[in-house]
């Protein structure tokens, strides 16, 4: 790595980290795979350092690593991982946060993603690391098969029990992982109602947005969004799909793809990307920083998704005043209020995506009734205010315990 990287990441190399926390803070360390999912710990981060701890976080390097801490403050130690099954390179990380962790001997560790929270959750228990968590953001295991599910499954309940508690994203993820036997119930805990980093309700929030003028979108047409990563897992097929039946129905309808085309496990077939760039009403705009205009210009914002920790966007769009359709699927119900807030839908059903598409495209006083019930759903529990404060709490209370 490049010593211009290193002294924006706090590093001078892969392992060696230099730190900025206050002498005595309490040090802890939070490790993920990629470094996509650096972005939903944005804010969870600052809210940790200003509450006084050491704050390092593990991470494969990436732009999103760079500019998470930047903005939060952070010590970051960049560390290649594998996504996928690869036992040598797998080795090759345990024993790098293994020396990690041996240098700076934290107070707490927490690891969530599946690569990372098994080598890193193994590396904590065997240093006996005194307050040792697994943040569980999803289960990956739900969308495999066979003997590779069956890995995943002991690979998560490994990452379990080397920890002393499993934090919950949500209450649906809580009871799979109990159904799962991942870990008994005592273990299994939901701070709050869930999320991972709550909702900034001031940036997420109806307004204007220059978004359709930039796009060339009249005023008068309906915008159907989805907001994510493209992938398999996101249910992307099923969207496009879907939207062909939508478009025959509302012929003024677009879909605007807020996310790019990720490299993963999931990643679509190469004949989907080229159906989206050659489709005359579907706009994608690969990787967006602030995505808070595009809910604006959105009437309706979908997320056919096969599985879920907690979905963000779903909160984001429900604090923009959108109605949501999403699915059934773990996580993903519970992001919405059935109608209330929006409706849920089978997973992996394209003509689900497009009735229920369909039924609220053509009814904008029912849009707009779930929109600000949405809004007022979001405000009254996910603020990230509240969210972070109870993150903030529960890391303090084990401090305290100590």
């Known amino acids: 790595m490049a010593s211009t990287s290193d002294d924006i990441l706090g590093c001078d190399s892969g392992l060696g980290v230099v730190h900025t926390g206050a002498r005595n803070a309490p040090r802890l360390v939070m490790g993920v795979t990629s470094d996509q999912t650096c972005l ?21 390097p990436g732009e999103n690593l760079t500019r998470l801490v930047m903005e939060e403050g952070v010590t ?3 560390l290649p991982m594998r996504r996928g099954i690869a036992p040598l390179a797998d080795l090759v990380s345990f024993v790098a946060i293994y020396r990690i962790l041996l240098r700076l001997r934290p107070s707490i560790t927490d690891f969530s993603t599946p690569k990372a929270g098994l080598l890193g959750n193994l590396a904590a228990w065997c240093l006996r690391v005194p307050h040792r968590v697994y943040t569980l953001r999803g289960l ?17 309940r490994l990452a379990a029990w080397c920890s002393h508690v499993v934090l919950c994203n949500s209450e649906s993820l809580r ?35 220059q978004v359709r003028l930039n796009l060339e979108i009249d005023d008068g047409d309906l915008v159907l969004g989805f907001v994510g990563r493209l992938t398999g897992d996101k ?21 605007l793809l807020v996310g790019w085309f990720d490299r993963s496990e999931d990643a679509l077939d190469l004949r ?28 309706l914002l979908v997320l056919p998704t096969h599985r879920e920790g907690f979905p963000n966007v779903v ?28 409706l849920l839908i089978e997973p992996k059903r394209s003509e689900a995506i497009a009735g229920a598409a369909i039924e609220l495209l053509r009814d904008e006083e029912r849009r707009k009734r779930f929109g600000a019930a949405a809004r007022a759903w979001v405000l009254d529990r996910y603020t990230k205010d509240r ?9 303090q209370r084990l401090i305290e315990a100590s």
Not at 317 to 339: H, M, N
């Open 140 to 156: 990956k295991l739900e969308g495999a098969r066979g003997g590779k599910k069956r890995l995943l499954l002991w690979s998560e």
């Open 315 to 342: 909160l984001e769009a429900a604090a923009s005043g959108l109605a949501v359709i999403t699915t059934e699927s773990t996580g993903a119900r519970d992001a919405v209020v059935p109608g209330v807030t929006g």
């Open 76 to 78: 970051a130690c960049p």
């Open 272 to 299: 989907w990307p080229a159906h989206i760039a050659g489709h005359p009403r579907i706009h994608c705009t690969g990787f967006v920083a602030d995505t808070a205009p595009y809910y604006r210009a959105m009437d």
């Open 387 to 395: 969210v972070l404060g109870l993150a903030v709490e529960f890391y």
């Open 40 to 60: 939903v710990l944005r804010g969870r981060l600052r809210a940790l350092r200003l509450a006084g701890f050491d704050v390092t976080l593990i991470s494969s």
């Open 175 to 209: 009871a799979a992982a109990l159904a799962l036997r991942i870990a008994p119930a005592g273990k299994l805990h939901l701070l709050g109602d869930g999320s991972s980093n709550g909702v900034d309700c001031v940036r997420f929030s109806p307004g204007a947005s």
């Open 235 to 255: 249910g992307v097929p099923e969207l496009l799909v879907a939207f062909e039946e939508i478009l025959r129905a509302e012929p003024r309808c677009w879909l």
